[in-house]
């Protein structure tokens, strides 16, 4: 197997090109999710900041990605790790300044990286000044209307609104009191009671939001990641849902709209059509990608029709077994559904809101909400060894497809899910919210190990994280991979380059016969793609192998284990 060690020439973004119909950057591009909180720490408070990041984005284009997708950094309480802001335009202090941002995003720009940042218009944080305004307003005020405030059921509206649950557990209604003490209505928050669900209704909210996507365009940004895209309307009278035997979690969250109110309206698409207008007044292919939880994919395809967004997240991938059958016919219905509206399709196997995929693939029961988290009291754990060789097999799957694929800090070193977390170090407000009945997702937040012999493995010089590091994380660390022949990091570098070289992103998919039904065997222009995904060893047809997800037995490819070929 090939490896390359040597750091790829930096490739200089250019910001005033004209786009050319059908070849801009983000149709084929990777792009690296970074979690500020705990990519790389400069301060040494044990919490990622963004001067951090700035002094490891060559490790990034060293790697070969195309572009970073930050998770927020904007001020905010943090009750759910930045995703409750308080400010949109600005940077929290516990993650630096705008100018900080500002290097960042020079520094990221000089390696050819562009930059993606969060954007979470669904809900603010409850300290956000409108809020704080809302409630002081009183009944019935302007203010009041920019937030879904509601009267109570039952005699004195002691009762919530309606039955809507929040997806991090519990009620999704909390009740407020007056500045003169008496008890007054409710607000709606489908995530935690600091994140107040914003009016959509209201154009006052379209407004606000119109000038922070300028704001951030001004500041040189190449797009927006948008959170709960398809959450922002909820269906006119709030009707309660229509009980399923699970509520709350993955479930609910990719229901269809006629089950969720509060999912997949279709007016939430007029706020899209209106912010790529927005975005079209920028020059140099700025795009927008939408967080959106919604199944089948038909669906998830209405938010990147030609006059709304670009891109979104294909979570059905995201969720599919490692199981040949169903990995070809989630490829078919992406590709489907996605080039029916004129957009590539997008491919992801982890972010920070799931368990980490070689975890995952590991689970014997694997297909279990990847949301609910692992953790000391589970009981299905996942095998570790059987997990990383499926996960890099996977990966090497999903980064031979034509479009674009996310990657999530730490995949490149093959991490796994973090489970030993005491339950007073984990954060995460599903976990709080459910009682520790959900885990939640802390175990794919741990800071990620640079440096095998160092304080905190490198992600700072003081030792301090935020989420304790186990000490086998000094195995996965960055330097012990770099320039190894067989680890994970040099796997991804690999996969990276002759993506690049074989320009697979822009490809196109031809199914290879003559293997068995749990061989996954495609074609994507030059290069052949053979996934064993079944029991039994597999004979190679003849031909160079230019990548392998994992030691080969000659010319035989064991099982869970990919290859890249040139045939013929
Ligand atoms: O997630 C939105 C969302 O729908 C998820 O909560 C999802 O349903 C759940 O994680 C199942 O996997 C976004 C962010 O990615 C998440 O981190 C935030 O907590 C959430 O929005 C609220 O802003």
Not at 294 to 315: C, I, S, T, Y
Not at 350 to 379: C, F, M, Q, W
Not at 541 to 564: C, K, N, Q
């Amino acid at each position: 197997m090939p490896h390359d060690t040597t750091i790829p020439s930096a490739r200089a973004v250019e910001h005033d090109e004209t786009s050319t119909p059908g070849a801009e950057w983000w149709r084929s591009a990777v792009i690296y999710q970074i979690y500020p909180r705990s990519f790389a720490d400069a301060s040494g408070d044990g919490i990622g900041d963004l001067a951090g990041i700035t002094e490891r984005l060559p490790a990034l284009a060293d790697l070969g990605v195309d572009a970073v997708w930050l998770s927020p950094f904007f001020r905010s309480p943090q009750r759910d790790a930045g995703y409750d802001v308080s400010d949109y335009c600005d940077v929290d202090p516990i993650f630096g300044t705008l100018d900080d941002f500002d290097a960042l995003r020079d520094r990221a720009h000089e390696l050819g990286l562009r930059v993606i940042v969060d954007l979470v218009p669904n809900h603010c944080s409850s300290e956000h000044p409108w809020f704080q305004q809302a409630l002081a307003a009183g009944p019935g005020s302007a203010e009041r209307d920019r937030f879904m405030f509601r009267e109570g059921k039952g005699e004195n509206g002691e009762l919530p609104p309606n039955n809507w649950q929040s997806v991090f557990g519990g009620n999704a209604w909390t009740r407020i009191t007056e500045a003169d003490g008496t008890p007054g209505p409710w607000y709606l928050h489908i995530f935690d009671s600091s994140q107040p669900d914003f009016n959509w209704k209201n154009p006052w909210v379209w407004e606000q939001f119109r000038q922070i996507l300028r704001f951030w365009l001004d500041r040189g940004v190449d797009g927006f990641r948008v959170d709960v895209a398809h959450g922002l309307m909820k269906k006119e009278g709030l009707p309660d849902i229509v009980e399923k035997a699970e509520a709350g979690g993955l479930a609910d969250a990719i229901s269809s709209p006629d089950d969720v109110p509060y999912w997949a309206q279709p007016e939430v698409h007029e706020v899209y059509r209106d912010w790529h207008q927005v975005l079209a007044e920028y020059s140099g292919d700025r795009v927008l990608c939408a967080e959106a939880w919604v199944e089948p994919l038909e669906k998830a395809a209405l938010w990147v029709r030609p006059d709304e967004m670009h891109q979104a997240f294909n979570f059905s991938y995201l969720g599919t077994p490692w199981e040949a059958e169903r990995l070809r016919s989630v490829i078919d219905e992406s590709i489907a559904a996605f080039t029916g509206v004129g957009a590539p399709s997008t491919w992801v196997l982890s972010n920070h809101d799931v368990v980490r995929h070689p975890s995952r693939y590991g689970l014997s029961t694997y297909g279990a909400a990847p949301a609910s988290g692992i953790g000391p009291k589970t009981e299905d754990k996942p095998d570790d060894e059987l997990g990383l060789r499926r996960g890099r097999a996977a990966t090497a799957l999903m980064l031979s497809l034509p479009g674009r694929a996310y990657l999530y800090q730490g995949e490149e070193l093959g991490l796994p899910e973090v489970i030993e977390l005491d339950d007073h170090v984990r954060e995460d407000p599903t976990f709080h919210r459910t009682n520790g009945e959900v885990y939640g997702r802390d175990g794919c937040r741990v800071p990620i190990p640079w440096e095998s012999a160092a304080p905190a493995f490198g992600f700072n010089t003081s030792g301090d994280s935020w989420l304790p590091q186990p000490p086998l994380f000094a195995h996965y660390a960055r330097d012990v991979q770099q320039g190894v022949p067989g680890s994970t990091l040099e796997l991804y570098r690999a996969a990276l380059r002759l993506r690049a070289e074989h320009d697979l992103g822009m490809g196109s998919v031809q199914w290879v016969e003559g293997f068995d039904a749990d061989v996954v065997a495609l074609r994507n222009g030059s290069i052949t793609v053979i996934a064993n995904v079944g029991a039994a060893p597999v004979e190679l047809p003849a031909g160079d192998i230019v990548l392998a997800s994992g030691a080969l037995d000659g010319r035989t490819l064991p099982v869970d284990t990919t290859v890249w070929m040139l045939v013929g």
